[in-house]
């Protein structure tokens, strides 16, 4: 029988969406190494739930309010 190789389990990220000064939304793994810049907020949260398989627990949410 040969010898079967290991493949990493890849865990979900974990995303933190802000507003940046210019009015953009900012979605940014845990890493730094998935991200993007959005026109919306919808748009980055839809863009990190699909990155996380869905899991809300995974994305957080900064409002401009609590970001100052």
Known sequence: MADIAECPVREPYDFEIAPDRRGHWVARDKDGLIG?????????????????????ARVHVVTADSAE
Do not use: I
């Open 36 to 56: 993007g810049v959005f026109r919306t907020r919808k748009d980055a949260v839809r863009f990190a739930l699909f990155e996380v398989g869905g899991d809300r």
